[in-house]
């Protein structure tokens, strides 16, 4: 049966995959003998879409990489911003608030010995890097342009920044500097329209690179977790959502230490940051500890403060409460004395609610759906155009892939696509490319967005799962390893009895070590067809494999390479089909006990039982 990835009515086959990338096969050997004599003749056979898309990239790559290394990601989009004009800066909404400065002590009053760590480990990289990375102090200061004295006027009326005097910089030396402008972004307001507003922003770029150097002692902690892994919530009655108002603002930077933090604006005059900047390294990860201390969360709070009998989660200055109405007004209740105590302020008033949104995601709890919210949606393309700028190919492939983990769509059924975006974002990311070069897209990734971006749109339902799988302690082990003769694999199931199944590749003869991560993968897939009954029956399992490109490519979703992709798709999508939920993780090949199964001639798909 032929298997299709991205869109079926476009793109080839499997097994036209595992040929296009060269693993070891006579069939893909003739191939390639007859594509030179073809070429050497001048006969060119139609191109199919995704083999267009491939040439396509392959001309990218010539064209902007004569020099390309490195694995390219999509994560730019978390650094792109739109920087607001000099009228935008004045005439538009300000984000930034002034807040009470939360009362630190009263903070780490509540925090157990963990979470304390967490938090004063935060604040010392923030307030003193030249204990914690070396940071040596440095009093010149580049210009911010774009900043004009108007507009950070309005900053320092919400008490923000201060401008540094004559005398002040006589007095108080400057010891590092960073950038400041000005991003415009847009904010729903309480009738569900986006209304455009100004952000005042500080990116302290030296701090930072020292922080993130091998000489900084500096470990980020942050718990954040993906969207996908808050959608569990949806099994409750209903959820209460709020945000701190203007979160970083509550941590205020000491006297002392604002010499750290100073700018200067494009008249020349020198400001300096008065609170916690968001754009600092480990600014997410004090909000961080301040929200779970708000709402009571056992993963940085003392047993006497910790908030029971609902399901909590913080993210940055974020947080939700799910549960039953009744433990819901409960929870309300404890966060505002939380809040009153710690001297943080909450942005609207919290409520109960059955269709709340968080992070982006809206919740209905009573169909048991999920949804996009529409800010998030109005940012993708409502139609893919024929060309595209490289900056707004890639933010829309990355945004695509957050809508997708909420509403569960395996995003590894657009594998070309997403690699087509990361090789572009490689090229823009090491300057090889500008963001604002117009690329054509072929038929075939125009129809993968096409088809992507009508699938996020679409609500995903799910009244029925089983949401305690995940807690489960799987009872089944299978372990799997391939070798250059064959493939095996190991399954111990709840009852301590051992089962095992193996066999021999055909085309052994051919194979390389290069194909050993292909041959992996193989065999999990191999395995998991072998041992389904048992599997299916038990529904959670633990997954042991010696080989790290597998291991993630499950963690991922995806694999790297596209015959390594194929294999692990297939098991997700099965696995997917049948509420299997699957803890995957790396096992030393000398602790593997599939690796002398692999290796021996055992009977293929015959399963054994061991005594």
Same mark, same amino acid.
């Given at each position: 049966?032929?298997q299709?990835?991205?869109?079926?009515?476009l793109?080839?086959p499997?097994?036209?995959l595992? $040929?296009?990338?060269?693993?070891?096969?006579?069939?893909g050997?003739q191939?390639?003998? @007859?594509?030179?004599q073809?070429?050497k003749?001048?006969?060119?056979?139609?191109?199919s879409e995704?083999?267009?898309?491939?040439?396509?990239?392959? *001309?990218v790559? %010539?064209?902007y990489?004569?020099?390309?290394?490195?694995i390219?990601?999509?994560t730019?989009?978390?650094?792109?911003?739109? =920087?607001?004009?000099?009228?935008?800066?004045?005439?538009?909404?300000?984000?930034?608030?002034?807040? @009470?400065?939360?009362?630190?002590?009263?903070?780490?009053?509540?925090?157990?010995?963990?979470?304390?760590?967490?938090? +004063?480990n935060g604040?010392?990289?923030a307030f003193?890097?030249?204990?914690?990375?070396?940071?040596?102090?440095?009093?010149?200061?580049?210009?911010s342009?774009?900043?004009?004295?108007?507009?950070?006027?309005?900053v320092?009326n919400?008490?923000?920044?201060e401008?540094?005097?004559?005398?002040?910089?006589l007095?108080?030396?400057?010891?590092?500097?960073g950038?400041?402008?000005?991003?415009?972004?847009q904010?729903?307001?309480?009738?569900g *329209?986006?209304?455009d507003?100004?952000?005042?922003?500080f990116?302290?770029?030296?701090?930072?690179?020292?922080?993130?150097?091998?000489?900084?002692? /500096?470990?980020? +902690?942050?718990?954040?977790s993906?969207?996908?892994?808050?959608?569990s919530?949806? @099994?409750?009655?209903?959820?209460?959502?709020?945000? &701190?108002?203007?979160?970083f603002t509550?941590?205020?930077?000491?006297?002392?230490?604002?010499?750290?933090?100073r700018?200067?604006?494009e008249?020349?005059?020198?400001w300096?940051?008065?609170?916690?900047?968001?754009?600092?390294v480990?600014s997410? @990860?004090?909000?961080?500890?301040?929200?779970?201390?708000l709402?009571g969360s056992?993963? =940085?709070?003392?047993?006497?403060?910790?908030?029971?009998?609902?399901?909590?989660?913080?993210y940055?200055?974020?947080?939700r409460?799910?549960? !039953?109405?009744?433990?819901?007004?409960?929870?309300?209740?404890?966060?505002?004395?939380?809040?009153?105590? $710690?001297?943080i302020t909450?942005?609207?008033? #919290?409520?109960?609610?059955?269709?709340?949104t968080?992070?982006?995601?809206?919740?209905?709890?009573? !169909?048991?759906?999920?949804?996009?919210s529409?800010k998030t949606?109005?940012? $993708?393309p409502?139609?893919?155009p024929?060309?595209?700028?490289?900056?707004?190919?890639?933010?829309t =492939?990355?945004?695509?892939?957050?809508c997708?983990?909420?509403?569960?769509?395996? &995003?590894?059924?657009? /594998?070309?696509t997403?690699?087509?975006a990361?090789?572009?974002?490689?090229?823009?990311?090491?300057?090889?490319?500008?963001?604002?070069?117009? #690329?054509?897209?072929?038929?075939?990734?125009?129809?993968?967005?096409?088809?992507?971006?009508? #699938?996020v749109?679409?609500?995903?339902?799910?009244?029925? %799962?089983?949401?305690?799988?995940?807690?489960k302690?799987?009872?089944?082990t299978?372990y799997?390893?391939?070798?250059l003769?064959?493939?095996?694999a190991?399954l111990?199931?709840?009852?301590?009895?051992v089962? =095992?199944?193996?066999g021999?590749? +055909?085309?052994?003869k051919t194979?390389?070590?290069?194909?050993?991560?292909w041959?992996?993968?193989?065999?999990?897939?191999?395995?998991?067809?072998?041992? %389904?009954?048992?599997?299916e029956?038990?529904?959670?399992?633990? $997954?042991?494999?010696?080989?790290? !490109?597998?291991?993630?490519? /499950?963690?991922?979703?995806?694999g790297?390479?596209?015959?390594?992709?194929?294999?692990v798709?297939?098991?997700?999508?099965?696995?997917r089909?049948?509420?299997?939920?699957?803890?995957v993780?790396y096992?030393?090949s000398a602790?593997?006990?599939?690796?002398?199964?692999?290796? +021996?001639?055992?009977?293929?798909?015959?399963?054994?039982?061991?005594?």
């Amino acid at each position: 049966m032929q298997q299709y990835i991205d869109n079926p009515d476009l793109l080839f086959p499997v097994k036209d995959l595992l $040929l296009r990338d060269n693993f070891s096969s006579n069939n893909g050997q003739q191939q390639k003998q @007859q594509k030179q004599q073809q070429q050497k003749k001048k006969i060119h056979p139609p191109l199919s879409e995704l083999q267009e898309l491939q040439l396509h990239i392959d *001309e990218v790559d %010539r064209q902007y990489s004569p020099t390309a290394s490195g694995i390219a990601t999509i994560t730019r989009v978390s650094n792109s911003t739109v =920087v607001a004009t000099r009228e935008e800066a004045v005439t538009l909404p300000l984000a930034n608030k002034r807040t @009470q400065a939360a009362d630190i002590g009263a903070i780490r009053n509540r925090l157990h010995v963990a979470g304390l760590k967490q938090f +004063n480990n935060g604040i010392a990289a923030a307030f003193h890097p030249d204990r914690v990375c070396g940071l040596q102090p440095d009093a010149n200061i580049t210009m911010s342009h774009g900043t004009s004295v108007e507009a950070l006027e309005r900053v320092r009326n919400e008490g923000t920044i201060e401008r540094v005097t004559p005398e002040q910089l006589l007095r108080d030396r400057t010891k590092s500097c960073g950038k400041a402008f000005f991003r415009r972004e847009q904010k729903e307001n309480t009738d569900g *329209e986006l209304i455009d507003r100004v952000r005042f922003l500080f990116w302290p770029k030296r701090h930072n690179d020292a922080l993130k150097s091998s000489a900084s002692s /500096y470990e980020s +902690n942050v718990h954040m977790s993906r969207a996908s892994d808050y959608i569990s919530a949806i @099994q409750h009655e209903g959820a209460v959502v709020g945000d &701190i108002t203007s979160g970083f603002t509550h941590i205020q930077i000491p006297e002392e230490c604002r010499a750290w933090f100073r700018f200067m604006d494009e008249n020349g005059n020198v400001w300096q940051m008065c609170v916690l900047p968001m754009g600092l390294v480990p600014s997410c @990860q004090i909000m961080e500890v301040l929200t779970l201390a708000l709402i009571g969360s056992p993963i =940085v709070c003392k047993p006497d403060f910790v908030l029971h009998g609902v399901d909590k989660r913080g993210y940055v200055d974020d947080f939700r409460i799910a549960g !039953s109405k009744r433990r819901c007004l409960h929870a309300i209740d404890v966060i505002k004395h939380n809040a009153a105590e $710690l001297k943080i302020t909450i942005k609207s008033e #919290l409520a109960f609610s059955t269709t709340p949104t968080f992070l982006g995601v809206c919740y209905n709890h009573v !169909s048991k759906s999920v949804t996009i919210s529409k800010k998030t949606l109005s940012k $993708l393309p409502s139609a893919v155009p024929e060309t595209m700028t490289a900056g707004l190919l890639y933010r829309t =492939v990355a945004r695509l892939i957050f809508c997708s983990g909420p509403l569960d769509i395996n &995003i590894g059924r657009f /594998y070309f696509t997403m690699k087509h975006a990361t090789s572009i974002c490689n090229k823009v990311n090491r300057g090889l490319m500008d963001d604002e070069h117009v #690329l054509k897209l072929p038929n075939g990734l125009r129809a993968s967005l096409a088809r992507w971006i009508e #699938l996020v749109h679409r609500p995903a339902f799910f009244a029925g %799962r089983d949401w305690t799988a995940r807690a489960k302690t799987p009872k089944v082990t299978l372990y799997t390893d391939a070798s250059l003769a064959g493939w095996g694999a190991v399954l111990i199931n709840s009852a301590g009895a051992v089962y =095992v199944v193996g066999g021999q590749w +055909n085309d052994s003869k051919t194979l390389k070590s290069s194909d050993i991560s292909w041959l992996e993968a193989r065999a999990v897939r191999y395995a998991m067809t072998a041992f %389904r009954d048992i599997i299916e029956r038990h529904k959670t399992i633990q $997954l042991r494999i010696d080989n790290t !490109s597998v291991v993630a490519a /499950y963690d991922r979703g995806r694999g790297r390479a596209a015959a390594i992709h194929v294999e692990v798709i297939e098991t997700i999508e099965w696995l997917r089909e049948k509420g299997i939920t699957v803890r995957v993780a790396y096992i030393e090949s000398a602790k593997n006990p599939a690796d002398c199964v692999s290796r +021996n001639k055992e009977e293929n798909g015959v399963v054994r039982q061991v005594d």
